[in-house]
């Protein structure tokens, strides 16, 4: 949640820190300026960036198997 006024947004901490809901003790506190938040809506996986860099991975990983095969040994 977002506010506008700096008091709101303190009050807002103040009362629901602590607070209890579904039998889960709440731990709230003002965000940091700065850290990038993640879609909790969104699987983390469905980023462009992690799909290149998985599949990156995974092409390195069989280049160096065909190395390795090239040469005669497998490479664990």
Do not use: C, H
């Not at 209890?20 to 506190?29: D, F």
């Not at 699987?43 to 991975?57: K, L, N, R």
């Amino acid at each position: 949640m977002e506010y506008t006024d700096a008091d709101d947004a303190s009050e807002a901490v103040y009362n629901l820190d602590g607070s209890e809901l579904y039998g889960k003790v709440l731990s709230v506190n003002l965000a940091r300026e700065g850290q990038g938040r993640l879609d909790p809506n969104k699987a983390v996986w469905s980023t462009d960036e992690f799909y290149q860099e998985t599949i990156g991975q995974a092409e390195e990983k069989q280049d160096e198997a065909v190395e390795s095969l090239k040469e005669g040994g497998v490479k664990r």
